[in-house]
């Protein structure tokens, strides 16, 4: 992958150095980043003989940020671009500007006193406030609680400044993910806040219900313009079953940039973490939480066999646990994501994920669904958590080509687990087992908690 960088040569006497700009590969640029010289920052703002390391560049399809582990600059960047801000961020980032705050959301804001600093930095503070031009960024993170990053003023506007270069050469392009940042959707009633990190990176942000903004959170993916009815998709995908999120909205934005089209879907987060995600460790569970968890997922899939529907997109990314020191719980799974990309126009990846959990007949649309399709995403889902990898190996089509054939990689997991697994598994519905089959073998390994259980000391592990 070839990023764009843009970087200055030291600050002599008070002037930049000549501004250079170079294509090279993402993995060069981890290899020099902590030698290369600072980005550009106007004569007037540059502190003398003083240098910053953060370079901003551009992926495919958004911008990047070295030296930034909380993402924290960023998110600045990205907010100062989008739509909702973007005519007035010159103005609030300038040296007597008053910054913006989005509220539960992300704040940046100068730091004119000691006291304007966030209370971790008064011990001992970074930088002199009555010398330096100090900003404070503060963002509240989906899980509680907030974090911060503090950067000079100057060095915030030469990082603008390039951004705003890689943003319109990205726009140029008509990127279909080109910084949502503050978009709104429903009649402005939903707005896309962050990047869903904790996921795979891909389509997925979070946002908020601006007329709740201390509700539930919701989670936004983007694709381009449905080939079908949004109404028609939108029943398809109500879901209204017990331990599926609530589904939001399916849609197009507000407003988007000229030549851009995009559709959303946005459901109700589930409280928890993903059960896998891009953050997540490959070990497996053991087979008492395999079971357990197994046990909970296919309650929730019985609940919506009995409504009359059918998930279909089940996959592990997208089913959230809670857990605990004592034991681990679903609190929700979302199993829309994979059927809203399936009939975006033109066709998209089917997913940013590594691997494939829905079933043959269903991604390639040979067959009506039945109920044996959600038994083969779930014996995939357990395949993962048992043996920490997916069933099937390879690329996209390799996986498609290993499914039709039944070609799994080689059984890892709990020997008690493997039979039922293969046969949920197999690329024809007829021959997969019944949920109920599934059921009863992992009944006898799923841990067992009595109901009037002293919980004292069941706070969620963290």
């Known amino acids: 992958m070839l990023v764009h960088v843009t970087v200055a040569r030291e600050v002599e006497n008070g002037v930049p150095g000549p501004i250079e700009s170079?294509?090279?590969s993402a993995t060069s640029l981890n290899n020099i980043k902590m030698k290369v010289q600072p980005p550009r920052r106007a004569a007037a703002e540059a502190a003398p003989g003083k240098a910053t390391m953060r370079i901003v560049y551009a992926t495919k399809n958004r911008i990047q940020v070295t030296e930034d582990p909380l993402g924290l600059v960023l998110d600045t960047l990205e907010y100062g671009l989008s739509d909702v801000l973007a005519p007035e961020i010159d103005a609030r980032l300038a040296p007597g500007g008053k910054g913006f705050h989005l509220e539960n959301?992300?704040?940046i804001w100068r730091a004119e006193e000691p006291d304007d600093l966030p209370s971790k930095y008064w011990a001992d503070p970074p930088f002199d406030t009555s010398r330096d031009e100090v900003w404070a960024i503060a963002r509240d993170t989906w899980r509680g609680g907030s974090i911060y990053e503090l950067i000079e003023g100057g060095e915030l506007r030469g990082l603008l400044e390039d951004a705003k270069k890689h943003y319109a050469a990205i726009r140029s392009g008509r990127t279909a993910q080109a910084f949502p940042l503050g978009a709104?959707?429903?009649?402005?009633?939903?707005?896309i806040a962050e990047r869903a990190r904790g996921l795979p990176e891909g389509r997925f942000h979070r946002g908020f219900d601006v007329t709740n903004p201390n509700g539930?959170?919701?989670?936004?993916?983007l694709g381009g313009k449905q080939a079908r009815s949004l109404d028609e998709l939108a029943r398809e995908l109500e879901l209204a079953v017990p331990g599926v999120g609530n589904l939001r909205y399916v849609g197009p934005l507000d407003d988007t940039p000229a030549g851009v089209e995009l559709d959303a879907l946005a459901e109700e987060e589930p409280l928890g973490r993903p059960s896998v995600g891009s953050s997540a460790t490959s070990r497996p569970f053991d087979l008492a939480t395999t079971a357990g968890l197994g046990i909970a997922l296919a309650a929730i899939v019985k609940g919506a066999h009995e409504a009359g529907l059918f998930l279909l997109g089940l996959r592990p990314e997208l089913v959230y646990l809670d857990v605990r020191a004592k034991r681990t719980l679903i609190t929700g799974v979302l199993p829309r994501h994979d059927r809203f990309l399936q009939t975006v126009n033109p066709p998209a990846p089917m997913a940013p994920w590594p691997a494939i959990y829905m079933a043959p007949e269903?991604?390639?649309d040979q067959a009506k669904p039945t109920d044996r399709a959600d038994v083969f995403s779930l014996c995939a889902i357990l395949t993962r958590w048992a043996t920490g990898e997916p069933p099937f190996a390879g690329d996209f089509d390799e996986q498609a080509a290993a499914m039709r054939r039944g070609e799994r990689r080689a059984w890892t997991g709990p020997d008690e687990l493997a039979a039922i697994v293969a046969q949920g598994l197999d690329p024809t519905p007829g021959r997969r087992p019944p949920l109920a089959d599934v059921v009863a073998v992992l009944e006898p390994f799923a841990p067992k908690w009595s109901t009037d259980e002293d919980d004292e000391d069941d706070e969620p592990d963290e």
Do not use: D, E, K, N
């Open 216 to 221: 539930p959170t919701i989670l936004v993916t």
């Open 22 to 24: 170079w294509w090279i």
């Open 184 to 191: 709104t959707m429903a009649a402005r009633r939903y707005g």
């Open 362 to 364: 269903i991604l390639l």
């Open 105 to 107: 959301v992300f704040t």
